[in-house]
């Protein structure tokens, strides 16, 4: 694995894949890497020529600053994890490197996509992350593009921007990774302690009960049960529980068979916010 700090030195690097037009696929993170980074890696290995992964913990998108300067970061550990998967190519770029100095940051036409659940809750959060994502992929200019399901709605989101760039790179949208206990993999999952991460797995069994149950009880019953269960279960406090238009992320309150249907949780336990989702039929 060959490691760049400059995007001069990555481009100078990548240019000869692209001369050669071999497909060069890419996964953004922040680091704090986990089983799910590597789900994403191994999957754009098999559908890639050169995989390049990049880290970078991007300011812009933190509306909390503590949530920022919380952020674990375990670089050492990343590398090596990303060396033992095969990644071809780590972008390891600094914040001077990512924003000059006195550089105006973009602003993107997003739509309700940013004003509804993360949008609402953190705002300013969907900007940034176009602001990075759109950066990076202007230095790597790669051919697919591979997101985790845990993040629906910034797959959503970056698919937007994909749409508003005129961008030609494709999308992948790899599953979810889980604990053995359901827990959907997660940087932020070091911060629980023994007992909240147990705890935390509530999570997946509320969304388990909504794909039970779905069909049969009205939407309003299982999100009050979910609600109910998060909070007997030593959540601290829930965002949201939605249902909504999988294809659209627009809400809906009855549902119907022809429906693509997905429920999203965001919910804190221990200062440790969590989300999670799940596509129910």
Do not use: W
């Not at 098999?46 to 919380?70: A, H, K, M, R, Y």
């Not at 060396?83 to 990512?98: H, I």
């Not at 200019?141 to 508003?164: A, N, T, W």
Request: proline share 4%; glycine share 4%.
């Amino acid at each position: 694995m060959i490691i760049f700090k400059t995007i001069k030195g990555i481009n100078n690097f990548l240019d000869k894949y692209r001369k050669e037009e071999k497909i060069i696929g890419y996964v953004p993170t922040m680091g704090a890497l986990h089983a799910g980074h590597v789900s994403l890696i191994e999957n754009c290995k098999g559908n890639s020529d050169l995989t390049v992964c990049s880290i970078f913990v991007n300011p812009t998108q933190f509306n909390d600053q503590n949530d920022f300067d919380n952020y674990p970061q375990t670089i050492e550990k990343d590398i090596q994890l990303l060396y033992e998967t095969g990644c071809d190519v780590l972008f390891l770029p600094s914040a001077a490197e990512l924003y000059p100095a006195n550089e105006i940051l973009e602003s993107y036409q997003l739509g309700f996509l940013e004003t509804i659940l993360e949008g609402k809750y953190r705002p300013g959060h969907f900007q940034g992350v176009c602001q990075v994502v759109n950066r990076l992929l202007k230095i790597v200019k790669p051919h697919r593009l591979f997101m985790g399901q845990k993040d629906y709605q910034q797959c959503m989101v970056i698919s937007k921007l994909l749409e508003l760039t005129n961008s030609t790179v494709h999308l992948i949208i790899c599953p979810t990774v889980r604990e053995e206990s359901g827990l959907a993999k997660s940087s932020r999952n070091v911060r629980l302690s023994e007992t909240d991460n147990s705890k935390a797995t509530i999570i997946y069994q509320a969304l388990l009960f909504a794909k039970d149950h779905i069909s049969s009880i009205p939407i309003l019953e299982i999100e009050s049960k979910m609600k109910a269960d998060l909070l007997r279960n030593g959540f601290d406090t829930i965002d949201y529980i939605a249902f909504c238009d999988a294809g659209s992320l627009t809400p809906i309150t009855a549902y119907s068979s022809k429906d693509n249907v997905i429920v999203l949780i965001a919910a804190t336990i221990k200062n440790v916010r969590l989300i999670d989702n799940l596509i129910l039929n």
